[in-house]
């Protein structure tokens, strides 16, 4: 699946009604599923990225469908993001530009289906735009499986990821945020420049561009280059966050010939992998504090919790829960609460966990 960026000229003013109809929830929790995280991601605004950040964590762990339309105060995303209430309209104004020329395409492996699907709804009666400081935003409800009721999904703090001004900062938050459980990340070359917008670059047909010799154009071409100008920045503003990052190139093995090693990947290390303590953000969310204490009634450790249940969901934890007070009354209760229940989770918590990097490196191909 790719994200691309495509461009509609064509643009209609109307004065419409958009003001605030309902007041906006943040969870401060944004939950992106895998096949996002991992697409190709055509380069956008930061302020479009915090646009659909905030959209998104507008949505509950038990939604069964996309609200109508989202909506949230400007303030929410120009605080902190070095926007001035002077240029805070104009800034929107691109930025909900680019969302709704923004689409994703979504390729079969053997590439015999292929389809295209717009971000944004805008054929709806009420309008995507902003009037009195609000900003009303209404997602495709084609692509709502992606948005609801995630199986497969990385999870990043708002507050850190808002405070971000740089796009290659939020992508590498955004993936990082998926490897926190072994805190490395090793991606090819050619695998870290499509996730960076930094392959093959392609026209408005899709087709890819070339030089004057015939070779596929590139940005930042030389490997050097790509290091300095996508990791320098966000190297520097991760560096105060929970995913603070080192990385060091991986050369090639061997070589037939004299001279300098070529890289062909990179090895991305977290400065501090997860310690086994339950986040501070996880009480603080509804949902996810009830199953945490629930967890911990019938004795799972903090630990296990913290390492799994992130991977394991909200929705799959509850219903063993449910299984197991449902053997209460039965022969089947459980005596040893601390053996068997954590037993039980741990191996729910590896076996999603090694679904889930199957599934990232399905991806990645």
């Known amino acids: 699946m790719a994200f ?17 109809t309902y007041e906006p929830k943040h969870k401060d929790l944004v939950k992106q599923h895998w096949n996002v995280t991992f697409a190709r991601q055509g380069r956008m605004s930061v302020t479009a990225k915090r646009i659909m950040a905030r959209v998104i964590d507008q949505i509950r762990d038990d939604d069964f469908k996309l609200r109508p339309y989202y909506q949230f105060r400007i ?23 680019e969302l709704t020329a923004a689409a994703w395409e979504f390729e079969s492996l053997d590439g015999s289906e292929w389809y ?15 009037k009195d400081g609000i900003i009303t935003v209404l997602l495709n409800p ?8 995630i199986a497969h999904y990385s999870t990043y703090q708002l507050n850190n990821y808002m405070g971000l001004k740089s796009w290659y900062s939020m992508r590498f938050f955004e993936i990082l945020s998926a490897f926190r459980d072994t805190g490395v990340w090793c991606p090819t070359v050619e695998q870290y420049r499509q996730l960076m917008d930094c392959s ?8 890819v561009k070339r030089d004057k010799d015939g070779n596929p154009k590139m940005k930042y071409p030389d490997t050097r280059d ?14 105060g966050t929970a995913l603070a990052f080192d990385y060091e190139p991986v050369y090639e093995t061997a070589r037939m010939t004299r001279g300098r090693k070529k890289i062909t990947g ?6 501090r992998k997860q310690d086994g303590k339950i986040p501070e953000y996880w009480l603080q969310n509804a949902v996810v504090s009830r199953v945490v204490a629930s967890l911990r009634e019938w004795k799972v450790t903090d630990k296990n919790i913290a390492l799994y249940l992130e991977d394991i969901g909200t929705k799959a934890a509850n219903k063993i829960l449910y299984d197991w007070q449902l053997k209460e009354n039965t022969d089947d209760r459980i005596n040893d ?29």
């Open 4 to 20: 691309v960026r495509m461009e509609d000229k064509r643009s209609t003013q109307l004065v419409l009604p958009l003001g605030l």
């Open 75 to 97: 303030v929410d995303i120009i605080t902190d993001a070095g926007i001035t209430k002077e240029t805070a309209y104009k800034e929107v104004q691109g930025s909900l530009r």
């Open 116 to 130: 295209i699907r717009h971000l944004l709804d805008t054929t709806k009666e009420r309008a995507i735009g902003y």
């Open 142 to 149: 084609q692509l709502e499986p992606y948005f609801i009721q």
């Open 200 to 207: 093959e670059e392609k026209d408005k047909r899709g087709k």
């Open 226 to 239: 790509l290091i300095r100008f996508t990791m320098t920045e966000p190297l520097e503003e991760l560096a």
């Open 266 to 271: 990179f090895k991305f290390t977290l400065k």
């Open 337 to 365: 609460r601390v053996k068997y229940c954590n037993a039980v989770f741990v191996r729910m918590g590896k076996a999603a966990q090694e679904r889930l990097k199957q599934e990232v490196q399905a991806a990645l191909r």
